[in-house]
């Protein structure tokens, strides 16, 4: 095996760097997003249901998880770059379909290209990084994978709500979009290098056990993997909600949009940097504890959220709602790559991410469904009491582990 092909963080340290700034760029293009779509919605399109509003989050979640899954099923047959350069070609026309649209149907069509676009994007960069490493440091590289991604959600966030407030909700926010997506198409290009090669080497190391078939095992049969798939929908669910809205409920607290932009990028931006930690922690402690402790961290601050309106106690539950979602999100993709053979982990993961992504349309049409019938705090509460519910089954359902080291 030359040295082009040793696994580890450390040996291929310059293609890994190159997919986690690609990775920023994925996660910049929801940014683009997050914190003023509610208000584009109200002001643009005059919408005033919770459910038609979140509709487009509706779109984004079910494209992105059905492209997910097929990511995952090709990531060996088309090449892990092809799939990465294929999904910042869809991520290209988003801006400018928002920018011009006239009827909300562009809106949700849109997010139909972005989900695909991220499904495609995000999923690619993280096989890639996980085939690069090798076990040893698999949850470090998922914890600076998503630092970068989420990360730059918060900063795009910020950055797109300061925009809308100084020049308007469309179009001045729009063109960062475009910015963000030509440089992720050529960054691809002309920098990453496929790694299905590396897969090989680790196929000599690895004792998992064939599955017969990788969708129902990751999905319900496998205690370990079912556990995992059924916390990261839990947990994508209760982001579509926050993303959605939260923004809602600032707004009707009298919040400005730029300190709704700067509120919404909390929760995103400490999920990210807290990544470069917990990410680490999932190479070190027991994988169980990590999400167990993760997703009831979340549920009992999703359930506060409501009740404290002031400016600090918004900063104080978004910052532990993101460090919650820190500690499990690395934790995910590690333990499931953990459980999985080299050459059934793309298709794995990309269950997962099909059910976990799925949580952002069920979140969406759950939330606002809840927010119409009943307000939307009683919406938030009830999608913190899933996630408490969630933590649960991983406590009962998931088999321990030892931790690697």
Known sequence: ??????????????????????????????????????????????MESHTAILSFIVAFGVAKAVTNYFTGRWANKVGRKNLLIIGWLFAIPVPFMLMNAEFWFTVVMSNVLLGISQGLAWSSTVVMKIDLVGEKDRGLAMGLNEFAGYLAVGIVAIATGSIAE?????????????????????????FVKDTRLYVQHELSRKTSVVQDNVFVETTLKNPSLSSITQAGMVNNLNDGMIWGLLPL????????????????????????IGQLFTGKLADILQKKSLLFWGMLVQGVAIILLPFFLDTYSIIVTSIAIGLGTALVYPTFLAAIADETLPQQRAESIGVFRFWRDLGYAIGAILSGIIGDLFGIETS???????????????YNRMPFRPASR
Request: cysteine-free.
């Open 1 to 46: 095996m030359s040295k082009q092909l040793q696994l580890g963080l450390r040996e291929n340290w310059q293609q890994f760097s190159i997919l986690v700034l690609i990775n920023a760029f994925v996660g910049g293009m929801i940014g683009m997003e997050r914190s003023i779509f509610p208000q584009f919605a109200e002001e643009q399109f005059h």
């Open 166 to 190: 100084q020049y308007g909700i469309t179009p001045y926010p729009f063109y960062v979009g475009i910015g963000i997506s030509i440089a992720g198409l050529f960054l691809s290009l002309l």
């Open 249 to 272: 409920l600032l707004s009707q607290a009298m919040f400005d949009t730029k300190t709704i932009g700067w509120m919404a990028a909390i929760y995103p931006a400490v999920w990210g």
């Open 380 to 394: 938030i509460m009830a999608i913190g009491i899933l996630t408490i519910l969630s933590s649960g089954i991983i």
